[in-house]
């Protein structure tokens, strides 16, 4: 940015130079143009040299798993309780597996005996990865909630139920809603299980953990196509084509098993291993608040490995659920092969995926302690070569060629999804890591998957399977690859922002167990962003009970932005909100105000073609099912506002400026907040009405009633506030008692005139 704005300020002086022989009117004008634009070019600099120096960024070894000693999976796996809970979800995954490798096995026959074209069911075959992505979003948010065992219990059993159904569809619309099922109960087994091995299992064994869970699933996808085929051509009769159902048949019973098992299992502490690590220390937060989906997709977005890996996780997701469907369908359409060959040259890619994963786990747990940027850069490097051997892959004229050359893709497609969990376990914050495992689910089989198989039910009728999969793939596979590489280096930045919020919820964990006075209201190291334009840095303030707090500043300051977050109708990028010592960053707004934030905003706060009465009870709806509450609630408040008292059959939009605010301040304290949030309170006021509202304040203070309050008048936030802060550019140049901002000359003149006191 700093060459940029040389060269802008080298450009205004020859542009000035140039046109020496122009008018003076002229002449300045141009000269004005070129002095707005090298002030727009430094503002610019500024500002992104002020959003580098707020990242940030702590040393590798506080870094969660970073330049620690290594762990010895059997130490590992004791440090969690035992095996037993990472053997039941691995066999659980493992089942899943299977009869995953099955529909990609038996879709020719299924599409034989429902008599469907290639697109069809190669649409149908791919699209459980859309119901797993209905799913998926609901469990991962579950599993940010509630106990998880319950969840994959269930969830499991009923997968079982709906695996046994597809062998009973009578047709391709019920083989359809029968695999809807299957997608949906599948669904815990990415969010819901990484959630849990995550917070059972300590950090340094994860790699291993993730690679071991993935290379039994593909052990067990090895045999089934060997298992599934020959169900298949067992069950098949002279000239029958219907032995497949056999194999949904028997796939069902062992997962209600293990199922069963699942409920038996303990329920690990959130965070637990992230808090050891960073902190030295593990702890629980009494009655956590339940997480909004809003603010945790919100927060997730924000996390910039996330944003920057999703293209690759997309073209995974093609590679490694439409793809072999397709390339079954060449095998028996062009070779001939049935399902039990078919099944054989499965075997082939599982065994050999089974061999690199056991070389993979352990390399990555090693990276993650040395580097954890490498880590990334792997599975990138693995998406974008497994590419490489497509085009030879299907210039093969022979079956051992063909499934020769497509060994190498399946090997680094499958590697690259057993490090996705990883991964994901440690960007993520603890709170929302079942959320976060849910949205790249929705990228690896919702866009990768179900949007590979629909553009492949469009287009491998006309084009083929060769074509098909060649245009499909090579692109997405080199670009997703690509882009995940680049997208390293954000790692060290999402994990700080991780160890942040620890040290935040450790201290407040201090501060509690030494029974010191509680704020009403904590803000702690926020900062914020609406787009890419950073308008908070790094701030942080607290507001004891019952005192008022003045937000002063300058138009842009950030003001009105930081009671946006408070009432959460804003996500930070960092920070942490509290009301009375319990986090709220990502609750939502309605339970915000049901704990007692409640803001008046600035301008019209009103229902204007609405009477003064029905203002109120609409302000008391959340109150409805007692009248008697919402009668005592509007009797309270008429008597803070007895000029209201006599028009409430009046339309609001009829009263005086001074009255709307007055009925806007009524319909807010209809809540009995805890505290009370002001934006603007005198804004556009007489100075006299200004004066009847700041006399209910002082009552409302004298009540104890706590107020944050953001005023661009300087005299009315003195009159109100015990103390003030002071912001510029979003960040905080003052704060300490509103008397003494007086005497700050420079800040005073800024409020009142702006950011330069002129």
Known sequence: MCLVVERGSRGTDAVTEEHTDKPVGESGELGDAASLA????????????????????FPDDLLPGVQTAGLSLKKGLAMGGGAATFVVLMILNSLDELQMAAIAVLAPDIRDTFGVSDGTITFIASSSGAFVVLGAIPMGWAADRFRRMPIIGWSSIIFGVMVAMSGWAVNAFAFFWARFGVGIAKANTIPVHSSVIADTYPIGIRGRIGAIDKGTGRLLAVCSPLLVGAIAAAANGPGEIDGWRWAYYLLGIPVAVAAIAAFFLKEPQRGRWEKEDVLQESFTEDDPLPISMDAAFSRLMQIRTIKTVVVGFSALGFGLFTAPVLENLWLEDRFGLESLE??????????????????????FDRMWRDNPTRTLHLVGALIGFSVIFKPIQWAMPTVPLFIGFSIPTLVMLNTAFAMVSPLMQAIVPYRLRGT?????????????????????????????????????TVPSGIIGGWIMYRGA?????????????????????????????????????????????????????????????????????????????????GVPQRGVVRLNGRTITYSSPQLRSQLGIQQLP????????????????????????????????????????????????????????????????????????EVLLIDELSLGLAPAVVQDLLVLIERLKERGQ?????????????????????????????????????????????????????
């Not at 160890?499 to 407040?508: A, K, M, S």
């Not at 912001?727 to 005497?743: V, Y």
């Open 38 to 57: 090298a002030s727009v070019l430094a503002e610019e600099a500024a500002r992104h040299a002020k959003q580098e120096s707020s990242k940030v960024l």
């Open 602 to 673: 600035g301008g019209k706060g009103i229902f204007g073609d609405m009477t003064v009465r029905q203002n109120l009870v609409m302000g008391a709806y959340i109150h409805r099912t007692n009248r008697a509450d919402v009668e005592r609630r509007i009797l309270e408040a008429l008597e803070l506002f007895p000029s209201l008292t006599n028009c409430q059959e009046q339309k609001a939009s009829s009263l005086s400026g001074g009255q709307q605010q007055m009925l806007a301040l009524a319909r807010v304290l209809l809540h009995k907040p």
């Open 706 to 758: 706590t107020i944050v309050v953001v005023e661009q008048s300087l005299n009315v936030a003195l009159a109100i506030a015990d103390r003030a802060i002071f912001l510029e550019k979003g960040q905080i140049r003052f704060e300490g008692a509103a008397s003494e901002l007086a005497e700050r000359d420079d800040l005073a003149r800024a409020v009142f005139l702006g950011k330069d006191g002129i």
């Open 489 to 569: 280096h954000h790692i060290r930045g999402d994990l700080s922002l991780n160890v942040q919020e620890l040290l935040d919820e450790q201290d407040e964990q201090r501060r509690s167990s030494e029974e010191t006075e509680v704020p009403a209201l904590q803000v702690n190291n926020l900062d914020f962003s609406y787009g890419s334009v950073q308008v908070l840095f790094d701030v942080a303030f607290e507001v004891k009970k019952g005192e008022t707090l003045a937000l002063l500043g300058t138009n842009g300051a950030g003001k009105s932005t930081i009671l946006r977050i408070i009432s959460g109708l």
């Open 436 to 472: 976060g495992t849910a949205l790249i689910t929705l990228y690896i089989f919702f866009v990768g998957g179900t949007g590979g198989g629909l553009i492949s039910f469009m287009f491998a009728d006309t084009w083929g399977p060769r074509v098909t999969t060649l245009v499909l």
């Open 342 to 363: 078919r099944g054989a040259w499965g075997t082939a890619a599982g065994l050999a995926t089974v061999v690199s994963l056991l070389y993979v786990g352990p390399k």
